[in-house]
C-alpha cells in the first residue's frame, strides 16, 4: 500500500499509520492524507469520514480526468497532471500522473494515479522536519503543485535542445527518421500545450482567496505558481514555432535535395542525347554512309562523339548548370 497520513499533534508534525486513521478523522487534528487509486478499496469502511462527494470520490478514482476545479463551499475538488519522470526517454517524457486533491480548512486528501516525485519530496520535507503542514493544509497542497509545474520545465529545456539539432540535421541531411523526431515533440506540444491552458485556469483560481480554504497570505505563493506555469505557456508556444519552423526547414531541404538530383539527371540526359542521335544515325542499315568503311572511322566517331560530351560539359559548368 501507499498511503501515507501526516498530522499535527501535540508534538508537533508526524506520521501516523492505517490504524491511526479512524481516529484522525473524527478528531479535529490538520492531517495530510495521501493514497494511490488502487489504495482506495481499503479506505471504504472511512470513506464517509472524508471530505469530498460520491461523484467526486468516483473521479478521483478514474486515471483519465481533465484538469479541474470545483469550489463545493466547504472544500475544493481539484484535478492536476504532474509528469510521469519514471520515464526518461525523449518520446516518452510527456506520460502524465493525476492527482486529484480534497481542500479543506483542515486537511488535504491527494490521490494518486501513480507514483509522482512531487508527492515524494514534500513527505521527504515533512520527514526532514519541515512544518508546513502547521501552517496549514493549503501550504501542503502549494508545495506540491510548486514542485508539480517546475518539472514540466527542464523537459521543455530539453525538447528545445533536442529541436536545435533536428534543425540542424533538417539542414544538413534530411531524412525520413528527422521528420519523425520532429512530428514526436509537435504531439508532445500540442498535448503540453493543452495540459498548461486547463491547468493555468485553476492555478488562477487557487490565486484567489477563498475563506477558511486557502489562507491570503497564500495567495502571492499560489500566484508565483501561476507565473511559473504562465512561463511554461509562452515556452510550449514558442517551441511549437520552433517545430514549424523544421518542418518547413525539412520539407524545403528536401525539395532542394530533390531538384539538385533532377539538374544532374537532365545534365546527363542532355549530354547522352546528341551521342545517342549520332549512334542512331550510323546504327541504320545504310550501305553508303560517310566513313563507314574507312579504316579509322570508328575512330573518328568515337572522338568527335567524346569532344562533343565535353564541349556540353565544359558550356554547363561555365552557364553554372554543374
Partial sequence: MAVRI?????????????????????????????????????????????????????????STQRPKLEDHGAYLFLVMRGLDTARHRLAEQLHTVQLACFLTGRALVTVRSGPMASVDV???????????????????????????????????????????????????RPRQLVMGHILSIRKHMLLLRRLAFGQREILSMLAKER???????????????????????????????????????YLNSVNNRLNEVMKILTVISSVILPLSLITGIYGMNFEKMPGLHHPWGFFGVVGGMAILAIGMIFYFKRSRWL
Fill in 122 to 172: 514534500v513527505h521527504a520535507r515533512l520527514e526532514g522536519g519541515a512544518t508546513l503542514l502547521d501552517a496549514g493544509a493549503d501550504v501542503v497542497l502549494h508545495a506540491v503543485l510548486d514542485d508539480l509545474v517546475d518539472r514540466y520545465s527542464p523537459h521543455v529545456e530539453e525538447w528545445e535542445a533536442e529541436m536545435d539539432r533536428l534543425l540542424r540535421e533538417a539542414l544538413d
Fill in 211 to 249: 475563506d477558511g480554504l486557502i489562507q491570503a497570505r497564500m495567495l502571492p505563493y499560489f500566484q508565483d505558481v501561476l507565473d511559473h506555469l504562465i512561463s511554461l505557456v509562452e515556452a510550449s508556444e514558442t517551441l511549437r514555432d520552433s517545430v514549424s519552423i523544421a518542418v518547413d526547414v
Fill in 6 to 62: 501526516w498530522l499535527v499533534g501535540p508534538e508537533g508534525v508526524r506520521s501516523a499509520g492505517l490504524s491511526e486513521i479512524e481516529t484522525i478523522l473524527r478528531s479535529d487534528s490538520a492531517y495530510w492524507l495521501d493514497l494511490e487509486i488502487a489504495d482506495l478499496p481499503e479506505l471504504e469502511p472511512v470513506r464517509p469520514l472524508l471530505p469530498g462527494h460520491p461523484l467526486n470520490w468516483e473521479d478521483a478514482s478514474k
